[in-house]
């Protein structure tokens, strides 16, 4: 079965250091892989995904990912920590079920505090 | 582009009663929309799949006959939550992708309802 695993529930940085939230996923094929962001009172913002090609992702808001496939992993990076970065970030796995239905599976979030 | 909107972000409603959630994509046609509902500090639980015109695909261990889904045009989807229990109390997060455009999903800001 498809699964996303978050390993880390709760990261906290400073404010201009580097920061990895961790991504493993369990499935069969190649995957189709995100990095969501949720602020309070926003909804979720796509951050990056993976379909194909370059392993390694450029997003928004200078986050970039790597897909290692043989570590079923799918990490997100940052160089430096902004304050306005804190907030809770998922990792999804897109796939097509039986029906032939697109879906998201996602990881349990991490939520990210940024220290001044 | 591709903004999502809910309406109301949030309700308070009382036990038994119904309410109607609206999910709209403002600026681009939605041929299929997702609803989710989200527990604190917890994950998406994906609720059911519509596509525009055709009978909503519930995941499961959702109730269809107490979460009606409606998705009447390719900008428009309705939940609504019949009999509201307390236990129904949570955020609610409705998405919404364009057709030929694989897996991407744009989301509403979200609805909390809370049942007394």
């Known amino acids: 079965a498809q699964s996303v695993t978050q390993p880390d529930i709760h990261i906290t940085v400073s404010e201009g250091a580097s920061l990895e939230l961790r991504c493993n996923y369990s499935?069969?094929?190649?995957?189709?892989l995100f990095w969501y962001v949720q602020s309070p009172g926003q909804g979720l913002q796509l951050l990056l995904k993976y379909f194909s090609g370059d392993t390694l992702v450029q997003g928004i808001k200078g986050f970039e990912a790597e897909f290692k496939r043989s570590q079923s992993s799918f990490n997100l990076r940052k160089p430096s920590v902004h304050w306005s970065d804190a907030a809770e970030y998922f990792c999804?796995?897109?796939?097509?079920?039986?029906?032939?239905?697109?879906?998201?599976?996602w990881g349990l979030g991490t939520s990210l505090a940024v220290n001044p | 582009g591709a903004v999502v909107s809910q309406h109301p972000s949030w309700v308070i409603c009382k036990s038994g009663t119904s309410v109607k959630i609206e999910c709209r994509s403002l600026d681009f046609q939605a041929t299929t929309m997702f609803w989710y509902r989200q527990f604190p500090k917890q994950s998406l639980m994906l609720m059911a799949t519509?596509?525009?015109?055709?009978?909503?695909?519930?995941e499961q261990g959702v109730e269809k006959d107490k979460f009606l889904i409606n998705h009447a045009s390719l900008t428009l989807s309705t939940l609504t939550v019949t009999s509201a229990h307390p236990e129904d109390s949570s955020f609610y997060i409705c998405?919404?992708?364009?057709?030929?455009?694989?897996?991407?999903?744009?989301f509403g800001p979200g609805t909390r309802l809370t049942v007394t």
């Open positions: 998405s919404a992708s364009i057709a030929g455009v694989q897996y991407e999903q744009y």
């Open positions: 499935y069969g094929a190649t995957p189709y």
């Open positions: 519509s596509n525009e015109g055709s009978k909503a695909t519930y």
């Open positions: 999804a796995v897109g796939f097509f079920n039986a029906g032939n239905n697109r879906k998201l599976i």
